[in-house]
């Protein structure tokens, strides 16, 4: 799976690691139990300070995309249903986006059709999960 | 002695004209430091004015070595050490002066043909190739035993203690204290790869690096054991100068090895390469008077402007800025001292029961009581070697040693022939030997010593 860092975007480049990851995860380009690099190897690679893959890490392990571990260092977690994945904030961003959408003057139709599309890409080709 | 400085610049010159040469070669979207596609690095007017950059090295050389002749000219001669460094500091101005100029020639020809390549501002990083970093390289085993064996002179002069009055024993842990820095290069080197998406080119890369580095590493060691050896056994000027040559054409060599490598590594893999690295991106302007400048990059070794010249030091950050500091320091240090040492004259000063010599850095003071004899000779005693002090094409001075008087303290003017010898109780120094600028100044001062110690 392929980083693609933009050094001088207005997203921080912490934000763009766990973002990318995450992405990765999702469509399939990481499995559970796939290693990630350490974090001076990452921060190496991409040029930047090893705290900012630390935070991106830090991140991705609150939210238990990752863990971390001593002796086998971070790795894509298994996916595990969360009673209250769908709360406030994700409540929030989806409400942000689709009234982004409205004010650009895309109708419900459209909107319906296109987020079904982005679903299938992720969800696609995928099992269910238990 | 003239003839060893002229070798010496020489290897200099010539070494440098072959880096300004080797820049002029396409490698890493990069001509002499300049940003160019392959396509566009095969332009006529691209091709023309390398072909005048090749030329114009080759003058630089030229003019150079024909410049070095003048060492044995008086009075430039009796100077020759400090000019020795002022030319080779010239040699280095004019090349540097050479590429700045046809930098500017390129730049000029890339504006005129609207050659504009987008700044590389997306960075892309394949997660295997960071997760594999390191892993490809030889094992740091080979560096590590490079720098135990750099001991061998330190442990031989352990056993000969005859030895080291020709060879401090300090002096011998020079070469591990240099060749830690190999090992830190072999660590550097060992994860080091430009291509950060390929995960089989930043394999095959790490590997030729960290040859590169354990190459280099061997090579110091071979350099510090010749030169040991030809300091203990040989005591000549030429056969110190031997590993000096053998050091500067093995890094030339490996330099070369590994730049060839890898620019096979880059046709093997152009067809493979995706898209963002095979396009040429214009580098951001972070190069203030010659060296890289960015606070914002946490690096501290940086590759250099020109791809493949090896390493420099960013000096946007303090330790940088401190390394910065330091080199530019020892580099007016030396050069300080060369000239202090070349135009102070000694000053014999007799005053009551003591004689002061003044002379740079190696002041002496001796009692009336201490004096054992005062002699005159007209050649110095035989097998003379330096100690620890300056030893330059008119002077020498400073704590040296001699077959049969053992150490001595020496100031003398070469190119006088006539010594005026002081023989001391004790052993260190068991000698004072001194002259004047001319004969009769060295017949004066003896007998103002002989007069002063009958007294």
New interface residues.
Partial sequence: MRLKIDMSGNIPIYQQIRNQIVFGIATGQMRAGDKLPTVRQLADEIGVNPMTVSKAYGMLKDEGVILMDRRHGAQVNRLQPKENALDMDFDHTAMLLISEAYTKGVSQQELERHILLLINKIYGHKEVLP | MIVTYIIILWIVFWVMTASSLYSAQYHDHQVLGVVLSKAHSQHDEIEKTLVSFTKACRLVLLLSAVCSLLLFVEPVSSHADFIMILLMMANLFVNWLVIDRYQMKLQHIKEQNNWIYPQK???????????D??KSAISPVWVWLFLLLDFLPTVILLFHTNMRQIYPIGFSLIGPLCQLSFVYLFYQMR?RHSN??NAQFARQEERINSIAATLSALAMLVFWLLFSASMMYAQNGLAILAPVIVLLAAVFGIIRWQQSKISGLEEKFADELPEEQENAGDQQILWKWGFYYDPG???LFVPKRMAGMGWTINIGRPAGKLICFGITAFLVIIIGITAYGGSKDYQVSVSGPKVTVDAAMYDMTFDKSEVQSVTIRDDLPPDGTRVNGYGGQSKSYGHFSFKGYGSCMLYIYNNVDRYVVVQLKGNDPGYVILNGKTQAETDALYHNISSWSSK
């Fill in positions: 501002n997306i960075v892309t990083v394949d997660l295997e190739v960071a997760r970093s390191g994860g950060t998406v990059d946490p690096r």
